[in-house]
């Protein structure tokens, strides 16, 4: 029993510090601005020189200017788009989330793993590694 009372007792602490961790609100505000479609205030939560990679590192995009140009156009042409967060790790500046994407309501959501990395309150790199 006090074995059992420990594990929860961690685990408990585990998701609080995951929760508190400031990466992780820096991802789960993009997260939320994504849903919104709402491009300005999703691309604020990226550095200037925001890198995105299919993992392990081949560049898929460099630079806020063509993130908003990607992502602005999926805004504006998926009014279904919704993200919905499975599974989230956060360490230090690091979230790995598990994404379900719904782009169609009609459509079965499509799975990703995708890995952020926080700097100076920025997303500077992020890393697509399963879609």
């Known amino acids: 029993m006090k ?6 007792l961690l685990s408990v602490s585990f998701a ?6 400031e990466a992780a609100i820096i991802v789960q505000k993009q ?3 994504y849903n919104a479609r709402n491009i300005q205030a999703f691309s604020a939560l990226f550095s ?6 299919d993992f392990p590192k081949k560049l898929r995009s460099s630079g806020k200017a063509e993130l908003e140009k990607r992502f602005g156009q999926m805004f504006k042409n998926t009014p279904d788009l919704f993200s919905y967060i499975e599974d989230r790790i956060a360490s230090g500046n690091t979230v790995i989330d598990h994404e379900k994407v719904t782009f169609k309501k009609d459509e079965p959501a499509k799975e990703f793993i995708v ?3 926080v700097e100076n309150d920025k997303i500077t790199e992020v890393y697509y590694i399963k879609r």
């Not at 609080?16 to 961790?21: I, S």
């Not at 200037?48 to 990679?53: E, F, I, N, S, T």
């Open 3 to 8: 074995k059992l009372l420990i594990f929860v």
């Open 31 to 33: 997260v939320e601005a």
């Open 16 to 21: 609080t510090a995951q929760e508190n961790n």
């Open 48 to 53: 200037d020189d925001v890198k995105m990679y």
């Open 115 to 117: 890995m952020y990395i």
